[in-house]
């Protein structure tokens, strides 16, 4: 079993930035593919970013690239997600999950264990 919890969710004005964290137990973190997804009230839950094994392949969606840098430590058991030049649109609850699979994934169903999520709210 893998237990995950993300902290570091807010309130910040557009253009700000945010760092999540997620911190992992249980399962050996290495072994894990890691992912953000979010979900907006009435959304469906979205991929936003995943990392590999080792670290050194990451995927973004479209809409966050360029602003948004997802980044794990191994030694730490820990992936975070920085957040810049934060938009009205990227307000949701954001979760971390892990994947024992070996590809980066943007489906949820890939992913089998999931984190409690932390709301990010981003004003006008």
């Known amino acids: 079993q ?5 902290s570091g969710g807010g309130l910040v004005q557009a253009g700000g930035s945010l760092r999540l964290s997620c911190a992992a137990s249980g399962r050996t973190f290495s072994s894990s593919v890691m992912g953000w997804f979010r979900q907006a009230p009435g959304k ?11 670290g050194g392949v990451t ?10 840098t997802i980044v794990r430590d191994n030694a ?3 992936v975070s997600l920085q957040m810049n030049s934060l938009k009205p649109e990227d307000t949701a609850v954001y979760y971390c999950a892990a994947s024992v ?4 994934l943007a489906n949820p169903s890939a992913y089998g264990y999931w984190g409690q999520g932390t709301q990010v709210t981003v004003s006008s």
Not at 44 to 54: D, L, S
Not at 101 to 104: A, K, Q, S
């Open 101 to 104: 699979g070996t590809l980066i």
């Open 76 to 78: 730490k058991a820990t």
């Open 44 to 54: 469906a839950r979205e991929f936003v970013a995943g990392i590999g094994r080792n």
């Open 2 to 6: 893998v237990e995950l919890v993300e």
């Open 59 to 68: 995927y973004y969606t479209d809409s966050v690239k360029g602003r948004f």
